[in-house]
């Protein structure tokens, strides 16, 4: 059993910057981690994936501008966020698979609850 709890969302102002955090319980195994978002109407997307190996790999819509990271001794997973646009506002979410996993968010066994970010111009 595995929880993870998104924190970090807010409102800014385009061209601001965030920091999410995920939270995960202690564990002794290496996950896949990634970050989605979603909006109404629309399907959760990928935005950042964290490898088992520590690899990174990103949507094209925020290359050069979102870093996602991980503190493991603090079982921790972050998103940076800068250069924020209209366009990434939408509820982020956290997730963690232990076996191999792309950007699908079908891979994914493990789900925050999720952290709203809004940015207006």
């Known amino acids: 059993q595995v929880s993870l709890e998104e924190s970090g969302g807010g409102s800014v102002q385009a061209g601001g910057s965030l920091r999410l955090s995920c939270v995960m319980s202690p564990t002794y195994n290496k996950y896949f981690m990634a970050w989605f978002r979603q909006t109404p109407g629309k399907e959760r997307e990928g935005v950042a994936l964290m490898n088992a190996d520590g690899t990174t790999r990103y949507a094209d819509t925020v290359k050069g501008r979102f870093i996602i990271s991980e503190d493991y001794s603090k079982y921790t997973l972050y998103l940076d966020m800068n250069n924020l646009q209209p366009e990434d506002t939408g509820m982020y979410y956290c997730?963690?698979?232990?076996?191999?996993?792309?950007?699908?968010?079908?891979?994914?066994?493990?789900w925050g609850h999720g952290t709203q970010v809004t940015v207006s111009l």
């Open positions: 997730a963690a698979e232990l076996n191999r996993a792309s950007m699908n968010p079908d891979d994914f066994g493990w």
